[in-house]
C-alpha cells in the first residue's frame, strides 16, 4: 500500500553527521508508525528509531540513543534520521519501514519497507 524510498547516505568521517530522509508515496502517511533499521552483517536485524504516527512518541536502540534523532512530517509524507557522532561501527544499509496503526493497531510488524541507504563512516 505504501510505498517507502530512502536517500540521504553516503560517506562520512567518524565523528560527522549525515540526516536520512524517507518519502512515502501510496498510502495515508500519517496513520502509520515508522522506523529506522539496519542490518550489520553477522548481526540480527536493530530496530535504530521508531516514532509514532503522530510523532509524540520515539524510541531508541542502545547503540544510537542520545546520537540519533528520528523526526517526521507528515505534511510531506517524510521521516528523517538525524544521526550525529558517527562511529565506523554504524556502517551499514540503513532502511525505513511502516507499520499501521490508525484507526487500530492491527499487526506489531513493519510490513513496508525501502530499498535501503548506505552509510559508510571512516577514521
Known amino acids: 500500500q505504501v510505498q517507502l524510498v530512502e536517500s540521504g547516505g553516503g560517506l562520512v568521517q567518524a565523528g560527522g553527521s549525515l540526516k536520512l530522509s524517507c518519502a512515502a508515496s501510496?498510502?495515508?502517511?500519517?496513520?502509520?508508525?515508522m522506523g529506522w533499521f539496519r542490518r550489520t552483517p553477522g548481526k540480527e536485524r536493530e530496530d535504530v528509531a521508531r516514532?509514532?504516527?503522530?510523532?509524540?512518541?520515539?524510541s531508541y536502540s542502545t547503540s544510537v540513543k542520545g546520537r540519533f534523532t528520528i523526526s517526521r512530517d507528515n505534511a510531506k509524507n517524510s521521516v528523517y534520521l538525524q544521526m550525529n557522532s558517527l562511529k565506523p561501527e554504524d556502517t551499514t544499509v540503513y532502511y525505513c519501514?511502516?507499520?499501521?496503526?490508525?484507526?487500530?493497531?492491527?499487526?506489531?510488524?513493519?510490513?513496508?519497507w525501502g530499498q535501503g541507504t548506505q552509510v559508510t563512516v571512516f577514521s
Open positions: 519501514a511502516a507499520r499501521p496503526q490508525l484507526p487500530v493497531v492491527t499487526t506489531t510488524l513493519y510490513n513496508f
Open positions: 501510496g498510502g495515508t502517511f500519517s496513520t502509520y508508525a
Open positions: 516514532i509514532n504516527y503522530n510523532g509524540l512518541t520515539t
